[in-house]
């Protein structure tokens, strides 16, 4: 099908690519209000420049509706109206030709372009335009113009344009165009800031949506559009998975976060609002919602509304002008309203109403406002760009007003619709045009409203109290997302193409070496069958023999019982003994025969013998010694069990241990907590940790001078705390965490901490006076105290004396407020911690800072970075009860492994010196214990279970009983 390039053709493909396509094969669209209103003010334009041409000229110096050729110019007509130029695929009308004295190759004028259009400002677009129109007249008259004309606005103001600034453009979308038509094939839907006025709105609009093509984002650039789709990334949803987020948000020059595009896909695909860091969003008693109505291509602004929300109650308020010179009037009539507020903060939606204020402020030289008036707006169309990311493919106040509920009276409301209505009424005074652009304006201010309400619901109180759910919307922090590491991982790799997974499989150094080299290996079959002998159990030479006997039937309690030896029920336990040369395993075998009951005939093997463990208590103690002291890996730990011991064993068996160890020492952890608890001491603190499948966790510590508890708890929240030191009598050493604020015990404050956060605001501000003065101040007054510290001890007959300069110090720096914002909150924090800060001076024993907390924390700390983000919620408690054991045990001074070993349960017992073990000689599960025992028995791997008929047997056995 050939294809005729026209001028609609030119002026849709400035606009947009895919428009100018379908305007070249013949589609039409609906065209919206904004377009009819164009297309008549261009026709008055045409009307108004014709009349113009013609009584400039005389009758026979104007030609009307011919087609342009060399001929034709020929006659050197003075201008030519609805000129047509048609060559090599193209037919264009000119709205006019101009003679100018320009000499061409042929004779000594040239003609040059007229465009009418209807705009008031002349943009890039019509430039172009006219550069595209002056290639295709050199065409026919051999000469490219200097000049081109451009006819526009209502009252046709006459511009003439240079040609030739924007030649290499214009040849570039001309070539585009030809070769684009040419070949046939659509250019890609794009979709852009025309689409709002275009007559292919709802067409272009349902297929982006049907493809959830990436343009659906009005916040994306056609430059970044096409960066993505050069990566691959054509949609929304491929667009979303690329977020990561980052560690940290904060900036250190307190500038917001640039917009992201990847989390605004990633809020429209999980349909939840997401926040990113932290936005300041004032909310004063009086709140005025500010919005103004206008026509940015004349530079008119015609309507003001506001409402004014003050102690619950609203006021609205319109303000309209007529014309250009009753806009001033606009502006006083605004500052007669908010002149009647003190305290205040006025909403606006964008930064158009605060240019307007500038504008009227400079040209009237109020110069006195830009210190009263500017600071109070509030943007919050700037907070939602940098922080609020809505399910929505846009960020305006029709998408988000309508996300959160707000209806408008007329439904194709908008700020493009407002001009139409606004030149409706210029030209016909009705009534009900002003009505709706009065509604309209007002119903803007609503929906404002509702917006910033809404963020102040989200926005207010500390990050990790925010509230995740509000006004029926998920709300999600960024920042509690878990941050994805850039360092290369040491997992199962997962795989989009099944047969890259099946190559991948089969490329592990495991696989090939005992799949594939071995086959030509000689050396590697060697090895394997030596390990394969090393790790049988009955080739272990063992320690001790114990033959288990039943002496009644477990049925029918009866005595005359027949024992039929059978040597194959053998079972082998492993553990471990210290004597004082070392450590050496212990390999007890275990041996029963096959019982008859002769009473009620029933066959049976003692339960004892069944429910024997297969890894006593030692040997656990051992695994879980080297595990939280000296934080070896679970899977390490199994080779060196297997290698320094002889004992095969697995990782899982490992991990096994931890939670049996965990277990036995529930009770263990439950006293220590109970004795911090009841005595006259106690110092607390906590960290974060990011646990697998959860995210951000924290784990407290509350410790003394000689015992550690470690506790899991998902957030920080302290409300525990209440329930747990309900009863606490003592002195409570922390941080300044408000969460401590509210309970009822004595309280000592970290005062190293204090001196941190004075340290670092000095650092910060060097040349605050009065925050050096309050600092040396306050650190002479320490100084003097711990130097008594240093002399005598935590003594309070010793640390009373210093009461009294307690007293004079705070007499020195309470009496008037500092200047200095930073100062001002020291001395304030400084008051309302009084009664906390120097607890210490009346009490023997108490330090006046928290670092026996932060040393226990440390512990945690070591091993966190080794497992942060890799250890389950289960695995991390059964991980504190053991380090809470290992750290009281080191805080008194005995071995951790040594008091594992005993059996014993009780630290402050065996630090008395009852230290015999008080384990028995046979270690067996319980009996709610043997189902899942023997479950995991029958799937481990033969070289490392009994043999197969054992299994067999006591499986028959436990399914008899």
Known sequence: MSITITKDVLEGYLKCKFKGHLKSIGEEGNPTDFELLAHDTKERVRTL???????????????RGLSVTPELLRHGTSVILDATVAFDGMCICFDA?????????????????VLFHESSKSGREQRVLLELLGMIL????????SWGILIHGADCQTRRIKLGRNADIARRKLKEISERLTVGTPPKLTLNTHCQICEFKQRCQAEASEKDDISLLRSISENEIAKYRSRGIFSVTQLSCTFRPKKKYTNPNHESPPHQHALQALAIREKKIHVLGTAEF????????????????????YLLGIVIESNGNLERRSFWSDDPTSERRLFEQFLEVIGRFDDYRIYCYGSYEATFLRRWIKELNRHDLNDSLIPRIVNVLSTIHSHIYFPTYSNGLKDIGALLGFAWTEANASGIQSIVWRRRWEESRSVSFKDMLINYNLEDCMALKKVTEFLFSICSGPTGQRCTQSAGHEIAQVEATSVQSSRREWCQASFAIPSFEFVNDRAYFDY???????????????????????????????????????????????????RKPDGRLVRLAYNLRMTPSGIRRVLIRFTTTRHYCRRCKRRFLPGEYLRIKEHFHALKSWAMFEYVAHRTSLANIAENVRELFGVPVTTTEICKFKSDLSRYYEGTVAGILKSLLTGPLLHSDETEVHVKGIGKGYVWVFTN?????????????????????????????????TAYDSLECSQQKCLIHLIRDFNQDIVKNPWDEELKHISSVFGTLLKTVVATIDRYGLKKRHLGKHRRDVDQFYQSVTPAPFRSDVAEGYRTRLVRYRAKLFTFLSHDGVPWNNNNAEHAVKAFAYYRELADNM???????????????????????????????????DIDKFCSGHRMSVLPPIEVYAEDELATVMLRRGRKRR?????????????????NR
């Open 871 to 905: 250890m389950t919620s289960t695995g991390l408690n059964e991980y504190l009860n053991l380090l809470s054991v290992y750290q009281t045990c080191k805080y008194k001074g005995v071995s951790f492994l040594r008091f594992m070993i005993s059996g014993q349960t």
């Open 97 to 113: 030709l101009v003679k100018i004295k320009e000499r061409s190759s042929a004779r000594s004028f040239c003609y040059a372009p």
């Open 943 to 959: 070289s490392v279970t009994r043999s197969r008929s054992e299994v067999a047997e006591n499986a028959a056995s436990t399914a």
């Open 49 to 63: 420049a014709i009349d113009r041409f013609l009584a400039e000229h005389s009758e026979g110096d104007v030609l």
């Open 282 to 301: 004032p909310m004063p008693s009086v709140r005025l919602y500010f919005d103004i109505e206008g026509d940015p291509e004349r530079r008119f602004d």
């Open 138 to 145: 050199a065409s026919v008259q051999r000469q490219e113009p």
């Open 512 to 562: 090939q070496r005992d799949r594939v080299f071995i086959r030509s290996s000689k050396r590697l079959k060697i090895i394997q069958k030596r390990d394969r002998l090393v790790y049988r159990k009955k080739n272990l030479p063992a320690n001790k023999r114990i033959e288990i006997t039943s002496l009644n039937c477990p049925d029918c309690d009866g005595t005359k019982l027949t």
């Open 705 to 737: 001078l000689e015992s550690v508890v470690y506790l899991y708890r998902p957030n920080r929240e302290g409300e525990f705390l209440h329930t747990l030191l309900r009863d606490f009598m003592g002195v409570l050493v922390s941080d300044f965490y």
